[in-house]
C-alpha cells in the first residue's frame, strides 16, 4: 500500500512545485511588462501632490485603478484612505499590503518635467507641496502590485488587501488620521488580515537593493511640550523676575543630559530635539511665560518610559529651583516599528528571490519613525527599505535628502518594491497551506 501511495505523493510534490515556479515566472513576466506604466504613475503623482488628510484626487485616482481591475474598492477610511480587496480563486490567508499616499510642505527644487507646481496654505504660511519622501513610488508600485496579482486571480490561495494609507506624515493640528484610524476603523478586518508587509524607497540605498531588520526597525515617535510659568518684569531689573527663558535654556540643557548620561546607548540608540523655543514679545521685556516643544525617538519600550519620566522630572525640578512651575505633556505619535521575528526570517527568502543575495542586507535600526507600526500592533508585519539611489552614486550620497526639496528618487528603483511585494504575497500564500 505504502508503495503504491508514494509515487502519487512524489507526483503531487513535483507537480505542486512546479506550478508554484510557474505562477512567480507568470508574476515577475507581469511585473516587467508594466514597469514603464508604473513609472508614469508615480510621475503623475508626483506632479499632483497633496498634504496629509487632504489626499482627494490622489484617492480618486487610486479608487477609479482598482475598480478598473474589478476589485471590491472601499473608499474614505479614516478620512481619503482607500483599500482594494483581491479574493484568490483558492481558499487561503488574507495578506495586507501597505502604501502611504501623502505628500509635504516642501517647495521642490529638483529640474524634472514632472515637478510639482503646487502651491498651498500650511500653518499660515505660503508653501510648496512635494513628494519628498518617496510615497508617490509607493502609491505607484502597489497600482503595479494590484494589476498583476488580479490578471493571476485563478493562481492565488487567498485575499489580498491593498491599503494605501493617508497621513503617514502626520495630521493637521486638531485632527486625526493616519494608520491608527485606520485600525480603529476596522482597515484589517472583514476579512481578518493575518500579516502585513510594508516597504520605504530610501534615497541613500542603491537601487536594485533591499535592506531588512528583525524586531525593532524604526523608533518610536513622541511629541512633547513644556510650558514654563515665570513671573513678568524689566528686562533692566532681571531679579524682580523669574525669568523663562532663562529657565527653558536649563531645561534644554537638562534633557540632553538625559541622552548623554542617562539612556544606555548601548541597549539602543535615544534622541531628544528641542524644535520649538518661543518666548517674549519685546527686547526690554521679561516676558512670563515660555513654551518647548520637540521629539523623542526611542527603539527600547523601556527606555521609552524612563525617559518620559526624566523628561517631567527633570523640568519639574529646574523650573522649582527657579521659582517657576511647568507643564510638561507628552504625546504618543507612533510606536516602535517592529518587524515580527518569526515572520522575518520565514520571509527572507522573498526577499533573495527578488534582488539576490548579495543584494539583500541586515541594516542597523534608524531614528525615523513609522506609523506603520499601528498595524504590526495588531499583527505580525514587515517592513523593508528598497533602493532608490542612481547605480553611479555610492551608498549613501543621495542626491537629496528626505524631506527636503532637493529629493530625488532612481525610479529604475520601484520594480524591486513591485517584484518584492508579489513574491512576498506569493510566497506566504504557498507556506500556510
Excluded at 86 to 96: D, S, T, Y
Excluded at 145 to 161: I, P, R, W
Excluded at 214 to 227: N, P, V, W
Aim: proline share 4%.
Amino acid at each position: 500500500m505504502k508503495l503504491f501511495v508514494l509515487p502519487f505523493i512524489i507526483l503531487y510534490c513535483i507537480t505542486y512545485s512546479l506550478y508554484s515556479q510557474n505562477a512567480h515566472q507568470l508574476a515577475m513576466q507581469k511585473a516587467d511588462a508594466i514597469e514603464q506604466k508604473v513609472i508614469e504613475w508615480r510621475r503623475y503623482f508626483h506632479e499632483n501632490p497633496e498634504l496629509s488628510n487632504r489626499e482627494f484626487k490622489t484617492a480618486e485616482k487610486i479608487a477609479a485603478h482598482l475598480k478598473s481591475l474589478g476589485l471590491e474598492v472601499q473608499t474614505g477610511i479614516a478620512h481619503t484612505g482607500v483599500v482594494g480587496i483581491l479574493k484568490g480563486a483558492k481558499k487561503g490567508p488574507a495578506i495586507g499590503l501597505r502604501a502611504d499616499i501623502d505628500a509635504l510642505p516642501v517647495t521642490e527644487r529638483n529640474d524634472l518635467h514632472f515637478k510639482s507646481e503646487v502651491v498651498t496654505e500650511y500653518n499660515g504660511q505660503k508653501t510648496g507641496v512635494m513628494h519628498a519622501c518617496g510615497h508617490d513610488t509607493h502609491i505607484a508600485i502597489m497600482m503595479g502590485v494590484a494589476e498583476v496579482l488580479a490578471g493571476m486571480k485563478k493562481e492565488l490561495s487567498g485575499t489580498v488587501k491593498f491599503i494605501f494609507q493617508p497621513a503617514e506624515e502626520g495630521v493637521p493640528p486638531g485632527e486625526r488620521g493616519g494608520a491608527k484610524m485606520m485600525v480603529e476603523e476596522g482597515v484589517l478586518k472583514d476579512p481578518d488580515v493575518e500579516t502585513i508587509f510594508g516597504l520605504h524607497i530610501n534615497a541613500g540605498t542603491p537601487v536594485g537593493h533591499i535592506k531588512y531588520k528583525t524586531e525593532g526597525i524604526m523608533a518610536a515617535s513622541d511629541r512633547f511640550t513644556i510650558k514654563i510659568h515665570g513671573k513678568q518684569a524689566h528686562g533692566s531689573t532681571p531679579w524682580a523676575s523669574v525669568d523663562p527663558i532663562a529657565v527653558s535654556a536649563q531645561i534644554i540643557n537638562g534633557l540632553q543630559y538625559i541622552i548623554s548620561r542617562d539612556a544606555e546607548l548601548t541597549k539602543e540608540a535615544a534622541v531628544i530635539t528641542v524644535g520649538i523655543m518661543q518666548s517674549g514679545v519685546r527686547f526690554n521685556i521679561i516676558p512670563e511665560e515660555a513654551h518647548l516643544e520637540g521629539t523623542i525617538r526611542t527603539l527600547d519600550k523601556e527606555m521609552q518610559k524612563k525617559i518620559h519620566d526624566k523628561i517631567r522630572l527633570t523640568a519639574k525640578n529646574i523650573a522649582e529651583i527657579a521659582g517657576a512651575t511647568v507643564e510638561v505633556e507628552i504625546q504618543e505619535n507612533a510606536p516602535l516599528t517592529y518587524n515580527n521575528i518569526e515572520l522575518t526570517n520565514k520571509m527572507v527568502p522573498s526577499l533573495i528571490k527578488t534582488a539576490g543575495a548579495e543584494n539583500v542586507h541586515v541594516m542597523k535600526a534608524i531614528t525615523g519613525a513609522e506609523d506603520f507600526s499601528y498595524f504590526q500592533n495588531e499583527i505580525p508585519g514587515l517592513y523593508f527599505f528598497i533602493g532608490g539611489q542612481p547605480a553611479s552614486k555610492k551608498e549613501g550620497q543621495a542626491l537629496g535628502g528626505h524631506h527636503t526639496p532637493d529629493f530625488y528618487i532612481d525610479e529604475s528603483g520601484m520594480i524591486t518594491g513591485v517584484k518584492a511585494f508579489l513574491n512576498l504575497t506569493l510566497d506566504y500564500m504557498e507556506i500556510t497551506k
